[in-house]
């Protein structure tokens, strides 16, 4: 089956939320249930690319935004219209289109040498290579005798020591890390890449997120409203999601379509869009047939 890659770089923090918890903090952003590792969901992902979609390549209006295809507008191209549904369904009918959740890739973590570096491990990047094919070869034996394997010499100390937020590892130096990030043609400097342990990986994704303090005030009292404080979880800015795309009737011309209209382009995902939040690159790679 054929199938498209896309990648999703955070340009700023993403808050795609999972609701209220009884947790100190009141908006986590989702996770996998089985990882604990930040996600994208579909749903999210195909609802902010089918928007832009129509408005941009159909010319919706949003206050005329049809719901299926007999209320598609006079005033746009009806073919274009038709095609839309198609690509993306409505109510009564699945689209061409499949969108998988966004799984993470890279995490940026701050780092004593380097301002900071993206994090992964060996589970992210073997699934990586289960879903799309590409593999992303590492030193691994060096890895269960190290902490750390280090894409180069840049954000390691005196040749030995990888120093990120309060932990150290002794790090592997490992050119072929850079070479196979490199070949990703992601925008991010493949020289500032380390792989540490699944365990490692997994205790900075939860616990070094950015957490912010919200208010709203009360605008008669110059005060904060009573009960109108609450923490708000958000995904740090710099880190790399990716995810599938494929054509449920393996029709290229569909999937090429809405790759084409993705790729190199700025979207915003998740909430507190007036707030900057969840504004994301995305780029797209051929993926491998199947």
């Not at 996998?32 to 919706?60: Q, W």
């Given at each position: 089956?054929?199938?498209?890659?896309?990648?999703?770089?955070?340009?700023?923090?993403?808050?795609?939320?999972?609701?209220?918890?009884?947790?100190?903090?009141?908006?986590?952003?989702?996770?996998?249930?089985?990882?604990?590792?930040?996600?994208?969901?579909?749903?999210?992902?195909?609802?902010?690319?089918?928007?832009?979609?129509?408005?941009?390549?159909?010319?919706?209006?949003?206050?005329?935004?049809?719901?299926?295809?007999?209320?598609?507008?006079?005033?746009?191209?009806?073919?274009?219209?038709?095609?839309?549904?198609?690509?993306?369904?409505?109510?009564?009918?699945?689209?061409?289109?499949?969108?998988?959740?966004?799984?993470?890739?890279?995490?940026?973590?701050?780092?004593?040498?380097?301002?900071?570096?993206?994090?992964?491990?060996?589970?992210?990047?073997?699934?990586?290579?289960?879903d799309t094919g590409i593999d992303i070869p590492f030193n691994r034996e060096a890895?269960?005798?190290?902490?750390?394997?280090?894409?180069?010499?840049?954000?390691?100390?005196?040749?030995?020591?990888?120093?990120?937020?309060?932990?150290?590892?002794?790090?592997?130096?490992?050119?072929?890390?850079?070479?196979?990030?490199?070949?990703?043609?992601?925008?991010?400097?493949?020289?500032?890449?380390?792989?540490?342990?699944?365990?490692?990986?997994?205790?900075?994704?939860?616990?070094?997120t950015e957490v912010n303090a919200r208010t709203r005030i009360d605008q008669a009292?110059?005060?904060?409203?009573?009960?109108?404080?609450?923490?708000?979880?958000?995904?740090?800015?710099?880190?790399?999601?990716?995810?599938?795309?494929?054509?449920?009737?393996?029709?290229?011309?569909?999937?090429?379509?809405?790759?084409?209209?993705?790729?190199?382009?700025?979207?915003?995902?998740?909430?507190?869009?007036?707030?900057?939040?969840?504004?994301?690159?995305?780029?797209?790679?051929?993926?491998?047939?199947?």
């Amino acid at each position: 089956m054929s199938k498209k890659i896309a990648f999703y770089h955070c340009h700023t923090p993403l808050h795609i939320g999972s609701g209220t918890t009884l947790d100190i903090i009141d908006l986590p952003v989702q996770r996998e249930s089985h990882t604990d590792f930040p996600v994208m969901p579909s749903s999210s992902i195909k609802g902010v690319i089918r928007a832009e979609y129509g408005l941009k390549e159909v010319n919706f209006s949003p206050e005329n935004f049809p719901e299926k295809p007999e209320a598609c507008p006079e005033n746009v191209n009806q073919e274009k219209c038709k095609e839309f549904f198609n690509l993306f369904g409505h109510g009564e009918h699945e689209g061409d289109i499949i969108f998988t959740d966004g799984k993470i890739l890279l995490f940026p973590v701050k780092s004593v040498k380097g301002v900071f570096v993206w994090i992964t491990s060996p589970f992210v990047i073997d699934r990586f290579k289960r879903d799309t094919g590409i593999d992303i070869p590492f030193n691994r034996e060096a890895l269960k005798n190290k902490g750390a394997v280090v894409s180069s010499e840049e954000p390691v100390i005196s040749n030995k020591y990888l120093v990120l937020e309060e932990l150290s590892f002794e790090a592997e130096i490992d050119n072929s890390l850079k070479n196979s990030f490199d070949m990703l043609e992601l925008d991010i400097d493949p020289k500032r890449i380390a792989v540490l342990s699944d365990d490692s990986f997994r205790y900075f994704v939860k616990n070094h997120t950015e957490v912010n303090a919200r208010t709203r005030i009360d605008q008669a009292k110059g005060t904060v409203k009573e009960g109108a404080l609450w923490y708000e979880e958000l995904v740090p800015a710099e880190t790399v999601f990716y995810n599938l795309i494929f054509s449920r009737t393996e029709n290229k011309e569909n999937i090429n379509n809405v790759a084409d209209f993705i790729n190199n382009k700025i979207f915003q995902f998740g909430g507190d869009e007036t707030l900057g939040r969840g504004f994301t690159k995305v780029s797209v790679l051929e993926g491998k047939n199947e």
